[in-house]
Each structure stands twice: as structure tokens, then as C-alpha cells.
């Protein structure tokens, strides 16, 4: 899911996509920035799919629960997805 995702938003013009390589607990799975540093934002992405349609808010959560290093950017928004078959939920953290 992360190389569509990074894919669709790849020449957006506006933020620059980097897809987190490594895998595992604790991991953002995009990142999207901005050039500039000191007055730029960043935006971390986390995915999750749920087994269930009850396990939708759950995901968000797990996404969002991550350890995040702030390289400079002032303006960090954090956002957690989670998928279920065709519903998803959108959770900013």
C-alpha cells in the first residue's frame, strides 16, 4: 500500500514523498515534506488494515503510535489510516 500511496502522491509539486523502508513496530510508513526546513511542514502518514469494520478507530490509533524523530520541521501533522475492505477512517494525531 505504501508504494501506491507514494506513488499517487509522488509529483504532487507542492511536498516531497519518502515511504519508510524499514518495517516494524514503531514506524511511520510516508512521510511527506516540504523543501524548506525551518518554515516547511512535514506530514507522517501511518496505514494499518483492520479485520474488521469495529477495528477501524483501533488501527488509527496503532498508526499514530509511532516514534518520531522531528528533523528540523517546525510544523509536524501526523495522521493514522486504517482500512477495511472498502471503509476507511482518517484520524489526525
Not at 516540504?34 to 477495528?55: C, P, S, V, Y
Not at 522531528?70 to 482500512?83: A, N, P, V
Request: charged share 30%.
Amino acid at each position: 500500500m505504501n508504494k501506491f500511496i507514494t506513488g499517487l502522491l509522488k509529483n504532487n509539486g507542492k511536498y516531497l514523498a519518502k515511504p519508510n523502508r524499514e518495517t516494524g513496530i514503531g514506524r511511520y510508513d510516508l512521510t511527506l515534506y516540504t523543501q524548506r526546513i525551518r518554515k516547511g511542514r512535514a506530514m507522517i502518514l501511518g496505514f494499518k488494515a483492520a479485520g474488521n469494520i469495529n477495528g477501524l478507530e483501533k488501527g488509527c490509533e496503532e498508526a499514530l503510535d509511532n516514534d518520531i524523530i522531528k528533523e528540523r520541521y517546525i510544523d509536524i501533522l501526523k495522521y493514522g489510516l486504517c482500512f477495511y475492505k472498502k471503509e476507511f477512517l482518517v484520524v489526525q494525531g
